[in-house]
């Protein structure tokens, strides 16, 4: 089977976010725990969760972490087809897969020192593995600006080379909701659990339907 760069790009853009939430925002939830505490992360209960779960706890980790590199992959991908000389936002796409590229090694960082402080506790070394959970848990303090930047900019081009109603209002939407999420970070405001969730589903349902509609080349 031939598969395109293009078809490539949009199973990553479907399969990525679906992968995340199903993985990170359901099943671990629902099966190791949550591992907040009035929505700051708390190492110790991370840790007591995991040594609860056993080894899926590091299982979700993995997987979680493989498809948020492939809904990385599949932005950095989507903003070089974007990022065509001469078209519309073409400059804005370039620095949005930079963007994206730096995500992934801040994520692939993050959850390394994760699994690793998980490896430390199941050989009993409780002091390591708690040091280790807290700086996992305190790393990565300018995701969410990276994230929001990464995908906000990635909607002008969207935005400017839409060929269709429907991939306009996708990408006004996209930087609808990255806009939401910058001010949010910048400003450190609370927004509550609702808006939050609404802004993480609502941008990966678009991100999801922008890669069907790519997939299908229209």
């Known amino acids: 089977m031939k598969l395109s760069t293009r078809k490539l790009t949009s199973i990553l853009m479907i399969a990525g976010p679906i992968g995340v939430f199903t993985i990170w925002g359901i099943l671990a939830e629902a099966i190791v725990g949550a591992s907040e505490v009035d929505g700051v992360g708390n190492a110790g209960l991370y840790l007591q969760n995991a040594n609860s779960a056993g080894s899926i706890a590091g299982f979700f980790e993995i997987f979680g972490l493989l498809f948020f590199l492939a809904q990385l992959i599949g932005l950095v991908l989507f903003a070089r087809q974007l990022s065509k000389e001469g078209a519309s936002g073409a400059a804005f796409a370039n620095i949005s897969a930079i963007l ?12 390394d020192l994760g699994l690793s402080a998980l490896a430390l506790g199941d050989k009993g070394l409780g002091a390591e593995a708690m040091a280790l959970a807290q700086i996992s848990m305190g790393s990565g303090a300018t995701f969410g600006i990276l994230f929001g930047l990464a995908n906000g900019l990635v909607a002008i081009p969207m935005i400017g080379q839409a060929t269709t109603s429907t991939k306009k209002y996708l990408g006004f939407t996209f930087a ?43």
């Open 176 to 218: 609808l909701l990255m806009v939401l999420l910058l001010i949010t970070e910048l400003f450190g405001l609370s927004l509550g659990e609702i808006v939050e969730i609404i802004i993480w589903l609502g941008s990966s349902l678009v991100f999801v339907a922008a890669g069907v509609l790519n997939y299908r080349g229209e």
């Open 100 to 111: 994206a590229i730096v995500l992934m090694a801040v994520i692939a960082m993050a959850t």
